[in-house]
Each structure stands twice: as C-alpha cells, then as structure tokens.
C-alpha cells in the first residue's frame, strides 16, 4: 500500500440497474499525472464522480469498493470534505457559472480550500493563466471556450488541491488550445499537484501520464506505464488511430 497516494480499490457503481463499473482498481502517486483512457460511455465520468462523492446528484451510487486518500477512507464523506482533503474535481463540459465574473467563480472555488491559503492560490492561478487576470471583471459566460475551460481549472485550483480529477478537459477545443491546456497541466503537475487525467485524447494524455489504465465498459482492461501503454498494438489501434 502506498503511504500518501490516492487509491480506488475494487470499485463498483451503479445507476440504478445499470452498472456503469465493476471492481475498478487504481492508483494515482503524490504529484503524479495519471490517465484514464476509454471511449465514450465506459465509465470515465463515472470514476471521477465516485471519487469526488458527486455521484449521488446524477443518481448513482458505489456499491462496493473503496477509495482512500494515504490510509484515510474518503469515500463515506460528503464532497465538501473530499475537497477539504485536497481532492477537487473539474467537471466535464467546463461548468463555470456563466452569469457571474471571473473573479466570483474563482472565490467560489476557494470556499472548499483552506482560508489561510487563499491568497496564494490566486496568485497561482493569476501566473498560471494571465488571461484570466486580464478578464477579471467580465462574465464567464463572455469567454472563449478554452478560456472558460481554464476558469473551470482554475477554480478548482483554488481550493489547492493535492489531487486534481480532470474530465476531458480538451473536449470541443481546437488543437493548439487543447495545446495549451496540456502545458498548463503539466505546469501544474510540476508544482505538485497529481493529475488524475480523464481523455478521450489518447495522444494527448498519453504525453501527459505515466502512468495509464483503460476502461472498457466500466472494467479495467490494461494498464501500464504511459510509454509502454502507447506502444501496444491495442492503444495504437484502439485510441490513438494507428492502422
Ligand atoms: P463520456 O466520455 O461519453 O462522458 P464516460 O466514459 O465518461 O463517457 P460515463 O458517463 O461514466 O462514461 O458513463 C458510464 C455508463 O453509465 C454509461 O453506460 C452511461 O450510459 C451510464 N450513465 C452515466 N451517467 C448516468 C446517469 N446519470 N444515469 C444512468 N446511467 C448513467
């Protein structure tokens, strides 16, 4: 067992009658980049919801299994407390609060995180992402949609999490914005935040990781180091479109 690391152990869910995983195991190091491939429907979201407790606003619910953070279970808390543990989710589809500034989704994000640390996190996510320093005062609703993608991140910077759970976050971005959220990943992993990454950008995530597990229809069905995942024949075939 790892001493301070971030563990899903034999994890199921459902939503009602549909099983959306079935005993998922895995493990995301301190400050490491973690992928989790898969194609739609597989169970990606799912994971990430179970882990940051908002399963239960879209119906479903962990029917066996645990996740620990270090030797704690953190699967019985509400989600508050699993962001005041220092995990924090960014939901797919960059939920901002479109009506309000920049500058309130960002105090709203530091609510989960610790008070004394709030000046800091801004300062943070001001180096991070200038642009939203710039857009301070203008609504979110206003901004391009990589720009509202980095709000969403931001946000849960915020809250200065050990653990980042990232859902697609290149989804409906043109490649170079996309190209710019996997550096700010990296940057953000390289001050030692872990990114647990959910992708359907096999390439993109597969630079990122180092380590990476695919999910198919809520199972696990290979995992490996990012580099050696890559090179089989079923991830080039699979997710990243090599004939
Ligand atoms: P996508 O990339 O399309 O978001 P995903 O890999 O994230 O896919 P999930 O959204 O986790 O997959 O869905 C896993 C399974 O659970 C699917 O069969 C899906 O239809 C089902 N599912 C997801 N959300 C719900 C829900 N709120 N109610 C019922 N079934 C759901």
Known sequence: MVGS?????????????VRALRRVSLEVPEAAVVTVLGANG??????LRAI???????GGAVTEGEVLLGDRRIDRLPPDRVVAAGVCQVPEGRRVFARMTVADNLRAGALGGARAGRAESLARVRELFPVLAQRAHQRAGLLSGGEQQMLAVARALMAAPRF???????????????????DTVREINDQGTAVLLVEQNAALALRLATHAYVLEVGEVTLQGPAAELAATDEVRRRYLGVV
């Open 42 to 47: 597989s169970g990606k979201s799912t994971l």
């Open 52 to 58: 940051s407790r908002t399963l239960s606003f879209q």
């Open 5 to 17: 690391g971030l563990v899903v152990r034999d994890l199921s869910v459902g939503y009602g009658p």
């Open 164 to 182: 980042l759970l990232l859902d697609e976050p290149s989804l409906g971005l043109a490649p170079l914005m996309a190209e710019r959220i996997a």
